[in-house]
């Protein structure tokens, strides 16, 4: 059986976010018209817009130095380790067996009735030994349930949405996550990507702490 989880970890997820690595500004922010009004940067760069051409948060500086903030992901680290499939603690690749890629997830009420078949996640992927890890440190591991995934499918983002007012940028934290393809998509800023499980097994936990 797992070990129980400790109240503070011994090592730190490599999504996560670290109270010195600072985000972009409000006032690095525009409206271009290519031609359908859309949020950008003044100035942009390569990476700040994913495939699908939606805008993307920038971190300032990812120094891993800091604080580590284990509530939270930086937006970059867990975009890198969703669209590669690494694994969230360690950056290396995800666990894969002829089941599919390892996930440790739990049921949400948002979830469909179906679940795990055909739920959302914005939690990357782990390798077998940090997924031991996880279940052994992390304070919500009493709800992890053991996945393997044969297609975890691109769905979309979630982020914050912003309007332009005459008194400046407003935001609004409360939009819910967002399919690739909404037209909603021209005025958010990304912050994480989110997969749908598809084609899922439930596996055993045990089997997976002592793969």
């Known amino acids: 059986m797992p070990k129980k989880a400790i109240t503070q970890p011994t090592v730190t997820p490599f999504v996560v976010a670290y109270d010195d690595e600072q985000g972009g500004l ?3 922010l525009t409206i271009a018209y290519t031609p359908t009004p859309r949020l950008a940067y003044k100035v942009m760069q390569a990476d700040d817009r994913d495939r699908a051409g939606v805008l993307w948060a920038r971190v300032e500086r990812a120094s891993r130095k800091g604080k580590p903030i284990f509530a939270a992901m930086n937006p970059e680290r867990q975009r890198e380790c969703m669209y590669e499939l690494l694994c969230q603690v360690c950056g290396e690749p995800a666990g ?5 890629w390892l996930f440790l997830d739990w049921r949400m009420p948002q979830d469909p009735p179906t679940w795990p078949e055909g739920s959302l996640t914005h939690m990357p992927p ?3 030994r940090d997924a031991r890890l996880a279940v052994e440190q992390c304070p919500h591991a009493g709800r992890f349930i053991p996945l393997r995934v044969k297609l975890p499918r691109l769905w979309g983002i979630s982020g914050t949405r912003y309007q332009w007012t005459d008194s400046g940028w407003r935001r609004d934290s409360s939009i819910p996550w967002l399919k690739y393809g909404d037209e909603r998509l021209n005025a958010v800023l990304a912050s994480q990507l989110v997969r749908e499980l598809r084609k899922v097994t439930v ?3 045990d089997e997976v702490m002592t793969s």
């Open 126 to 128: 782990l390798c077998e």
């Open 96 to 100: 894969r067996n002829r089941d599919g």
């Open 203 to 205: 596996v055993d936990l």
């Open 26 to 28: 409000e006032a690095d």
